[in-house]
């Protein structure tokens, strides 16, 4: 397979079309064009461990990236991994070394980013070769914050409600109090239903959190 340079984008080929498993009406061809960053793959790059963005208030918050994302920034540097999980988050990818699978994270990635995901690379986070992509709204919505873009112009890229994307850029502490409390509102709201209906209710249980954030 031939590769035919993009001037407008270093980490595409011009025509999808000729690109095994890419083809011109595909969703990775329309996302990867929605995309609004060319960056192509840097060996050199720092791979972070933290995110930084300044949320609605414009205050400067800090958090660990964390696991998923972390694997992916160490392969492939923050902004390809924000670009992978962009096109290809909530699917699944084949990354084995067949021309199919190749060609298409060759197309979104670059030939050198395709490389290095493949192979033994996501051995870390899946253990076959498929790798079903997690969605990680949060990360993208704080990365593209965190380069300067609006919420109005995160909402049109990333496809997600105001009031969704406020409650990602808070920081984590906010948004974890955020959250139970709107799971303390709805269990009060059902427990009363239940009194109402003559159920017995026990009384709630505070669950502790496991793993990262979404």
Request: with cysteine; charged share 20%; glycine share 10%.
């Amino acid at each position: 397979m031939t590769k035919v340079p993009n001037a407008d984008n270093p980490g595409m080929s011009r025509e999808p079309s000729n690109i095994p498993g890419i083809g011109r009406s595909g969703s990775a061809w329309d996302l990867a064009k929605a995309w609004p960053y060319n960056d192509a793959f840097d060996p050199d790059e720092e791979r972070p461990t933290t995110i930084t963005w300044k949320d609605g208030k414009g205050r400067l918050n800090a958090a660990p990236i964390g696991y998923p994302v972390q694997a992916l920034v160490n392969q492939l540097g923050i902004h390809l991994a924000a670009k992978f999980l962009f096109v290809f988050g909530g699917s699944e990818v084949y990354v084995g070394r067949t021309a199919k699978a190749l060609g298409r994270l060759a197309y979104v990635l670059g030939y050198d980013g395709a490389a290095a995901i493949t192979g033994e690379a996501l051995a870390s986070i899946t253990r076959g070769p498929v790798y079903r992509v997690p969605l990680c709204h949060c990360f993208l919505a704080r990365y593209l914050r965190g380069r300067g873009e609006s919420n109005n112009r995160i909402t049109s890229i990333l496809k997600v409600s105001p009031p969704s994307l406020a409650l990602w850029l808070r920081p984590d502490t906010e948004r974890r109090a955020s959250i139970e409390e709107a799971n303390e509102k709805r269990m009060s709201y059902y427990s009363a239903e239940a009194r109402r209906l003559g159920l017995s209710v026990l009384p709630p249980q505070k669950l502790k959190p496991t793993g990262a954030p979404k």
